[in-house]
Each structure stands twice: as structure tokens, then as C-alpha cells.
């Protein structure tokens, strides 16, 4: 039987990398830049939503675009390198590809910055598509016809129904599986260590 092949879409910041170190160095660099007080220990706690959102909770509205233009810029320098792939993320990726499919990754990170990173931890999807969270993440993966989304925020989940993807969730973020569940996550998993073998579970099933 033949088995179409899949387009599974993985999200990035804590579901293929742990980018806590980096992004945690970086707000405090940004602090000192700035002269304002960032809570980095905190704000990494909360990975996911767009920068956008933790700014705001440090700066006044109007400086939100320069001081996220001013992130962005000291970002590569900083972060990248700080940033290790998280267990099974190449193996889930090849887990994907192994099967014939595609693997790309939907993230609301800033599209250059996503890539380096990936290109850093040699790490090669089929597309990156940055800039969209949450119900955003569903323009992407309908475009490129994926039939699942892989992350680790309810705003992954989120994206996945929106797009009319099978939502698979890992615990490895900042949303317990109790909350992804709740979500409505179809699979939650407790990292992409587990990915392979429920993915060659799922493509029989499927076909």
C-alpha cells in the first residue's frame, strides 16, 4: 500500500531547542543596553509568544518596536551559540524524512534568527517559516499541506486546530501535558525522544 508521503510541522524554541541560555543572555545584555531592569530568569519561564509580549511587560508601548529591532540585532551574536538542540530533535526530523515526508518548522520567532539557530545545531528542515504564533502558525502549515504540527505552548495547539492538523504536544516547554491536553492537544508526549516511535505508529494508522 502506498503511503502518501506527510508534511509535519515542528515548532522551534523549546520543542526542537532549548534556547533558554541564549535568549536569557540576551535580555540581559538588552538590560544593560537599555538601562532597564529585565527579570531574564523570568521571561524565560514563559518561551513561545511573540517578543512583542514579554517587552511590554519592561518597557513603555511606544519603545516596543526599536527595543525588539535593537533584540533582534544583538540576538546572533549572543544567543545562538548558547543554544543546544533539545533530545530527539534530529531524530525526529529524520524520523520525518526517513518516512518519505517533509519537516519544516513554524515558529514566532524572527525568521533570520530561527534560521541561524538551525544552521548552528545542524539541523536542516525542508522550510522555516518565522513571525507567527499561535492561530498565525495555521496560514503556514495549510500552505505547506501539513497534516501535523509538533510544539510545545497551548498557542502550538492552538495553531494546529486552527489549520486542521493533528496537534502532537511535548512537555517540554512552559505548559505542563495537563494543560495541553486541556488545550486540546490530540498526542502529548513528554519529549520529541518519543517522537519516532509514535510517528511510525501513526503513518500506518493513517494510510
Known sequence: MAHMAIT??????????????????CYQALAERTGTYIDADLAVTRLGPPLAE?????????????????????????????TSA???????????????????????????????????LGIEPDAVIG??????????????DAGVYVGDH??????ARTAGSLSVAVATGPCPAEELRAAGADV??????????????????RA
Open 8 to 25: 509535519v510541522g515542528f515548532d522551534l524554541d523549546m520543542t526542537l531547542i532549548d534556547s533558554r541560555p541564549g535568549i536569557r543572555a
Open 54 to 82: 514579554e517587552l511590554i511587560n519592561w518597557f513603555p508601548a511606544e519603545e516596543i518596536p526599536a527595543v525588539a529591532d535593537l533584540y533582534r540585532e544583538m540576538y546572533p551574536t549572543i544567543a545562538i551559540t548558547a
Open 86 to 120: 533539545l533530545p530527539g530533535a534530529r531524530e525526529a526530523i529524520e524520523a520525518v524524512r526517513e518516512a518519505g515526508g517533509r519537516a519544516i518548522v513554524v515558529t514566532a520567532k524572527y525568521e533570520p534568527n530561527a534560521k541561524l539557530h538551525l544552521a548552528h
Open 131 to 144: 513571525d507567527l504564533w499561535a492561530e498565525q502558525k495555521a496560514e503556514a502549515l495549510r500552505e505547506h
Open 154 to 159: 497551548v498557542g502550538d495547539v492552538r495553531g
Open 188 to 205: 502529548v508526549l513528554t519529549g520529541l525522544t518519543e517522537f519516532p516511535g509514535w510517528f511510525s505508529d501513526y503513518r500506518p494508522a
